[in-house]
């Protein structure tokens, strides 16, 4: 059974760090792509980026580039999403995603199994 469950959110001021993590089973971990999306409330769900299944490819929302880091270690079978001088507006349930591959056109990857999501609250 294929499994990716998220964690690592919680409440952190504008300005501030958070790491989180996604952990996954049930699939070979070193030949998939794996994405991260949010969601803020009211608004539609966003891809934020992606990491290919090798580690050496990723790719970001133009919103995030240059503050939020993807990466993976093999012996864990884990995700991370470094985010760094977080802004109110990256407040949402953020999730991560098996994607059927990882490229500039991520977004039209098959999303085919979803974790449950975690929260992130940056407040101003």
């Known amino acids: 059974e294929v499994q990716l469950v998220e964690s690592g959110g919680g409440l952190v001021q504008a300005g501030g760090s958070l790491r989180l993590s996604c952990t996954t089973s049930?699939?070979?971990?070193?030949?998939?792509?794996i994405g991260w999306f949010r969601q803020a409330p009211g608004k539609e769900r966003e891809g934020v980026g992606c990491?290919?299944?090798?580690?050496?490819?990723?790719y970001y929302a133009d919103s995030v580039k240059g503050r939020f880091t993807i990466s993976r270690v093999s012996a864990k079978n884990t995700v991370y999403l470094e985010m760094n001088s977080l802004k109110p507006e990256d407040t949402g349930v953020y999730y991560c995603?098996?994607?059927?591959?990882?490229?500039?056109?991520?977004?039209?990857?098959?999303?085919?199994?979803w974790g449950q999501g975690t929260q992130v609250i940056v407040s101003s």
């Open positions: 049930g699939f070979t971990f070193d030949v998939n792509a």
């Open positions: 995603v098996l994607l059927s591959y990882c490229s500039l056109t991520y977004l039209h990857a098959a999303r085919n199994y």
């Open positions: 990491i290919g299944g090798g580690g050496r490819r990723t």
